[in-house]
């Protein structure tokens, strides 16, 4: 057989050589129409001889994914052609880029395979789950989707839109798309290939060989890891390449181009603001704890008392009182906001871009604001913006970026930043404010958009290497129906970890962290008694609840904060130390404790053991 | 019994015997219920030793303890009580499951692999590297006779070709000990017959074999010992001829007669008090009609579009491992040959012997129905011992010159 399948390429070569080089030979001897007669001639024979080939050695597996491709390409290029009649030209793109995508993920699997091709058990393991994924479609339904919607994706968003929007747009929701899709396709693979081995017996005729439960896991594990490897490469390169695209297109104005430039498609580190004297802030909330206790000593309780004696959720509220209101400029009053660390901005020589988004608590004067700045001292202007009295005019309640020359950092690496809050035109103006989270911020240039996507997909990637040992660990011992939902619950649970920390906070009364643990169960059983003896089973049914998510809280991951999907659709650089955190704690630790408790399990599993 | 203190109990066991495989010494197994209760006593206090070199039969009827009596030697469950040891350790070790080969009832495969892809699969469990399993892996499929749909994947295979497969990944590492459970299940009289011949074949180079089977007529053909299963207890155990061997009977073979002769021996016997004796045509089995049949086509070149037959058996089984090409295989693979093979036997070196076959059955009935002795079959091929009979007593009665021996 293998002789044969030679013969077929060594007479296809052959014809090709000869039918080129006789054609060639006749065009240098000016005989152009016999020329051009031969050679096409000799390539309608060609193929022919390439579609019979493909046909007869179809089970060579170099052919088989030969005739793929050709197959693909051939498809592609129908389709695209049907929709470049038709004008649509978008969804031309659209079907290249996916088909691209489809090719680098080919490509990809054949590399991967050969990776894996050492007689090695683990790598064998991982080779089968592999072709388990792609041959049994359950990969497979996810992996479509991600390329559709990626190659789609940049079509569908608002076109009269201004480009930095569209770009930010299609930034989040094709990050967003692929994180959420591969994350369930590695949960329902990982469970899958376990459970259902154990269920069709396919792991008695694996578990019999030199092979121990450990290899078996870990093997099962690698596939996994290696083919989201893949599949975040190709989603990558079809992300990367789509924004390059989107980048093509004409933008609004020259502004907008270059907000793209400098605000989207680059690696910006932020700062936020800290009040010139350190103890401000401390010295605000002090003030207005006080303030509180005379209003409502039942909650905040006497002057008296220790102020660690206030209650989380009751010292958390006050605390965003006081952010709120140092961000809170009054009419005819000034704040002076200090950024530090800027000595690395001085170091790249990049222009620093002061974000701020003003907001008046009240009317506004024709939806604008007018506010005075002043940056370490001098005067801030701006053509375009700066009225005559030498105010800023801004609309209101809108995101402003203004450049600022990397010189201006003084000599302690820092700027300080005076907002004044004025009577333009003698007319009083409302409270001027800032949101405290992202109201008012320094950033500065650190590197590039492609590194950034990088270190964003690294990021994801090791969330997926921790599902896919959950996945594993659960489907080692649960039924895949039961697993899906464990690992459902702790994947929503790991995602919404923050938002679910916050909420508890206030869902029911509990003493703070600085509570000895034994004062802790003391209160607990006072309180669980009050509830029952006044009757308040919905408060205890609250404290109950509030103890076992907490309690699995803490045993679960939080993705919450090492999520890097709005920092790089907002121009941000995701963070050595996220990195580091996804590496070491999701990629690491928690993957490696998940693994041991599944490895327990499964190793003193009783494979064949039938329950009567 | 947990797996801890299985294999606490395991290492205070005495060492096996060189010549001793596996050895279960008071085997128990209970399934219990959802609740943990114990409903069904699988395996109860079995004692059975498989020793080197022999071909084992493990039979029963449906429930008997089988299937849970070889998951127990290969590691898959854990005893409830007593000790089990495979080649000397505990049958979770893994340096153990690099001499096993297994066979399960249901063959167990990956339906989206191909048969290439299935046993490259294996072979890389065992660690092997690519220059030893490939070659390995094309021996086998031709062995199996499925070289021609290894690029199929395994999900649309019949049961037999599935089954094929499955030997064949039980090969893939020669295994110094064999367990096939029901082996035959699900294959034509061509693949049964060719199994057969590996099973003997394998067990002359030395091969330990567990077969458990409900075809008792294909454990018979094979084994050396057989354990018989019922209840989860062994109710038969020993050596299969002494089993089977009827002490109350005998019978002696003879071309075939004309009516008058068989007419004459009954009366003959019943002169002598032997009430019920009764002479019959032998039957063959239907199993070497069927062969024959298939050889017929074969050799006429009749088309098919099912397996194959098999092809000899693979060099690196014949010679523990060594790829080389061991000599004297093929008189092997004829000395192992018990039906007409289509493949390997010459047509004319049968017709010889049955020649010669049919002048000597001449010779015995002309014994018969005149004076002469009859003289003894000059054998070209060894044959199985038998007892030779008393002619002298059947001399006597159709009226013989010699007197009877006492």
């Known amino acids: 057989m293998l ?61 088989r994914r030969f005739g793929v491709l050709l197959l693909g390409t051939a498809c592609t290029q129908l389709l695209a052609l049907v929709f470049w009649a038709m004008g649509w030209t978008d969804m031309v793109i659209a079907t290249l880029g996916a088909y691209a995508m489809a090719v680098i993920f080919y490509a990809g699997l054949w590399l991967i395979r050969i990776l894996l091709s050492p007689g090695v058990a683990v790598f064998g393991v991982a080779r089968t789950l592999i072709d388990e994924a792609i041959r049994m479609k359950i990969a497979l339904v996810f992996i479509v989707g991600v390329a559709i919607l990626i190659a789609v994706f940049p079509f569908i968003i608002d076109q009269d839109d201004f480009l930095k929007y569209r770009i930010t747009s299609f930034l989040t929701w094709s990050l967003m ?31 019999t060989k030199p092979v121990n439960r450990a290899e078996y896991l870990i093997g099962k594990w690698l596939g996994i890891t290696l083919l989201n ?43 936020e603001p800290t009040p010139p004297n350190p103890g401000e802030l401390q010295q605000m909330y002090d003030a207005l704890l006080e303030k509180s206790r005379e ?47 800027l000595e690395e901005a001085r170091r790249f020589n990049q222009p620093l871009q002061l974000r701020f988004k003003p907001k008046l608590a009240g009317s506004s004067l024709n939806g604008f604001v007018y506010i005075g700045m002043r940056i370490n001292g001098r005067i801030f202007q701006k053509e375009g913006i700066t009225t005559g009295e030498g105010f800023l005019k801004l609309a209101e309640n809108n995101f402003h970026v203004i450049d600022i020359p990397p010189n201006i950092i003084d000599e302690q690496g820092g700027l300080s930043i005076d907002i004044y809050n004025p009577t333009p035109g003698g007319q009083r103006q409302p409270v001027l404010n800032f949101n405290p989270k992202d109201g008012v911020e320094i950033l500065y240039r650190v590197g590039g958009f492609e590194g950034n996507l990088v270190r964003t997909l690294v990021v994801v990637w090791m969330r997926l290497i921790f599902l896919a040992m959950l996945g594993l660990a659960a489907g080692a011992y649960l039924s895949f ?6 690992c459902m619950l702790v994947y929503f649970t790991a995602a919404g970890n923050a938002y679910l920390a916050e909420s508890l906070q206030y869902y029911a009364a509990f003493p703070k962290d600085s509570v000895p643990f034994f004062h802790k169960i003391l209160w607990l059983i006072d309180r669980t008694i009050q509830y029952v003896v006044q009757g308040e089973y919905y408060d205890l049914f609250k404290l109950v609840i509030k103890l076992i998510a907490s309690g699995f809280m803490l045993v679960t991951p939080s993705f919450g904060e090492l999520n890097p999907t709005p920092l790089i659709s907002d121009g941000r650089v995701v963070p050595t130390d996220m990195l ?17 408790i599944g490895w327990l399990i499964f190793r003193s599993r009783e494979l064949a053991r039938v329950t009567v | 019994m947990t797996l801890a203190a299985s294999q606490q109990a395991d290492a205070n066991q005495p060492p096996l015997s060189q010549d001793m495989v596996v050895k279960c010494i008071g085997l128990t197994k209970v399934f219990k219920d959802f609740w943990l209760r114990n409903r069904v006593k699988a395996v109860n206090d079995i004692e059975l030793d498989i020793r080197k070199g022999e071909v084992f039969g493990l039979l029963g009827p449906n429930g008997s303890g089988k299937s849970t009596t070889i998951k127990l030697i290969l590691g898959l469950l854990h005893p409830s009580a007593g000790r089990i040891a495979v080649f000397g350790r505990h049958p979770r070790d893994v340096k153990n499951k690099q001499r096993i080969g297994y066979l399960p009832e249901e063959t167990y495969l990956y339906p989206f692999l191909n048969a290439y892809e299935t046993l490259e699969y294996y072979a890389r469990l065992f660690h092997q590297k690519r220059g030893i399993r490939r070659p390995r892996i094309d021996t086998l499929l031709e062995m199996v006779g499925l070289q021609h749909v290894a690029r199929r994947p395994i999900g649309e295979y019949s049961k037999g070709m599935q089954r094929k497969i499955g030997l064949a990944q039980a090969l893939i590492n020669d295994p110094d000990l064999l367990i096939l459970d029901e082996p035959t299940s699900g294959m034509d009289p061509i693949a049964t017959a060719d199994v057969k011949r590996v099973i003997v074949s394998l067990a002359e180079r030395g091969k330990t074999i567990l077969l458990c089977s409900h075809l008792l007529s294909d454990v018979e053909d094979v084994t050396d010992r057989v354990a018989i299963m019922y209840g989860g207890k062994v109710r038969r155990y020993g050596q299969i001829d002494e089993l089977l061997e009827q002490q109350d009977r005998t019978m002696i073979s003879t071309p075939a007669l004309d009516p008058q002769t068989e007419e004459r021996i009954i009366r003959a016997l019943e002169s002598e008090g032997v009430c019920d004796a009764a002479i019959t045509r032998p039957r063959q089995k239907l199993e070497t009609l069927f062969l024959d049949m298939v050889a017929e086509a074969q050799a006429a070149g009749a088309a098919t579009s099912g397996a194959q037959s098999g092809g000899k058996i693979a060099n690196f089984l014949a010679t523990g491992g060594d790829e080389s090409a061991g000599e004297g295989d093929e008189l092997i693979n004829q000395l192992t040959t018990k039906t007409a093979s289509p493949v390997d036997t010459h047509p004319s070196e049968v017709e010889h012997t049955q020649v010669e076959d049919r002048a000597h059955e001449d010779k015995v009935i002309d014994s018969l129905t005149s004076n002469e002795a009859a003289t003894p079959k000059q054998q070209d091929t060894p044959q199985p011992p038998e007892e030779q009979a008393d002619t002298s007593v059947i001399d006597s009665l159709i009226q013989k010159k010699d007197p009877p021996k006492t």
Not at chain 1, 25 to 50: E, H, K, P, T
Not at chain 1, 311 to 327: E, G, S
């Open chain 1, 481 to 486: 129906p039961v697993a899906s939902l464990v």
């Open chain 1, 295 to 341: 209003d409502d000593p039942e909650r905040y309780g006497y002057p008296d008392d220790p102020p660690e004696s206030v209650l989380p959720a009751d010292r958390a509220d006050l605390q965003q009182k006081v952010m709120l209101q140092w961000f809170s400029i009054p009419n005819q009053s000034a704040k002076t906001y200090r950024f530090n660390n």
């Open chain 1, 580 to 596: 580091f955190r996804a590496v070491v704690w999701s990629g690491g630790v928690w993957t490696g404790f998940v693994g041991l």
């Open chain 1, 3 to 63: 002789r044969s399948w030679k013969m077929w390429l060594i007479v296809l070569l052959a014809l090709v050589g000869l039918t080129e080089g006789v054609g060639l030979l006749l065009a240098a001897q000016d005989s152009v129409a016999l020329s051009g007669i031969i050679r096409s001639f000799g390539r309608i024979i060609a193929n022919a001889w390439v579609i019979y080939g493909l046909i007869v050695w179809r089970e060579i597996p170099w052919v």
């Open chain 1, 177 to 207: 798309a692929t994180s959420a899709l591969l994350s369930l396709m590695t949960l329902f693979l990982a469970i899958a290939t376990i459970s259902r081995e154990q269920v069709q017996r396919q792991i008695f005729l694996t578990l």
């Open chain 1, 229 to 271: 490897l893949l599949l975040l490469s190709v989603a990558g390169a079809g992300i990367y390449s789509f924004t390059m695209l989107l980048n093509g297109q004409p933008a609004r104005d020259n502004a907008d181009r270059m907000a793209v430039m400098s605000q989207v498609l680059a690696s910006r580190q932020w700062i």
